[in-house]
C-alpha cells in the first residue's frame, strides 16, 4: 500500500492489472490504524480487514521457503 504522499503516479502500475494497488488517504490512514511499517504486505479478507502481515524486509522471497509462506497465507485469506 502506498503511504500518504507517495502516490504512485505512474498509471502503467495499476492498468490492466488484476492484483491491486492501494493507495492510502488522509480519511482512512490505514497505515496509522493498521500500524504499517515499510515494506509490510498486508494480508486483507474479503471484506477488507487485515488478517496477516508479511514484511519483505525480514522475509526474502527469493527464498522457496519464504516465496512458499507468502503464497500460503494468501492462499488462505482467499478461502475465508
Known amino acids: ?23 492510502d488517504v488522509a480519511e482512512v490512514d490505514a497505515w496509522t490504524q493498521w500500524e504499517v511499517v515499510y515494506r509490510d504486505v498486508i494480508i486483507l479478507d474479503r471484506d ?8 519483505l524486509t525480514e522475509h526474502d522471497l527469493s527464498m522457496m521457503g519464504e516465496y512458499e509462506a507468502l503464497k500460503g497465507m494468501l492462499l488462505d485469506a482467499a478461502m475465508m
Request: hydrophobic share 45%; charged share 5%; net charge neutral.
Open 1 to 23: 500500500m502506498n503511504g500518504i504522499g507517495f502516490e504512485s503516479g505512474i498509471p502503467q502500475m495499476v492498468s490492466g492489472r488484476f492484483i491491486p494497488l492501494l493507495q
Open 48 to 55: 477488507g480487514a487485515p488478517v496477516g502481515v508479511f514484511n
